[in-house]
């Protein structure tokens, strides 16, 4: 069992940074693929970026590719997400989950893929 819980999001202005952390509870943090999601209003939830288990392959979705970088700390138990050039359509709630992933290399895309979620962070970008 892990339990997941977001912080660092709030409200900025476009152009300004955020950086997102997720705090992983449990044993074996080291054989979960981590990944991040986001839900607009009104929107389906969609991927964003995810990261192996074992840290070295990374993935982003189109729209924030060159803009958010993903990265875990495994003696932490956390992931993170650095978010710069926010864009007033990188609004919604973020949303961290984890996989256990037989894989060391796996970073899976869709959200029915992982096995647990977080509640989710608000990020709000003013234009």
């Known amino acids: 069992q892990v339990q997941l819980v977001e912080s660092g999001g709030g409200l900025v202005q476009a152009g300004g940074a955020l950086r997102l952390s997720c705090a992983a509870s449990?044993?074996?943090?080291?054989?979960?693929?981590m990944g991040w999601f986001r839900q607009a209003p009104g929107k389906e939830r969609e991927f964003v970026s995810a990261?192996?288990?074992?840290?070295?392959?990374?993935n982003y979705a189109g729209s924030v590719r060159g803009r958010f970088t993903i990265s875990r700390d495994d003696a932490k138990n956390t992931a993170s997400l650095e978010m710069n050039s926010l864009k007033p359509d990188d609004t919604a709630v973020y949303y961290c989950?984890?996989?256990?992933?037989?894989?060391?290399?796996?970073?899976?895309?869709?959200?029915?893929?992982?096995?647990?979620w977080g509640q989710g962070t608000q990020v709000t970008v003013s234009s």
């Open positions: 989950a984890a996989d256990f992933s037989p894989s060391s290399i796996a970073v899976p895309i869709v959200w029915g893929q992982y096995d647990y």
């Open positions: 449990g044993r074996g943090f080291i054989n979960y693929a």
């Open positions: 990261i192996s288990r074992s840290g070295g392959v990374t």
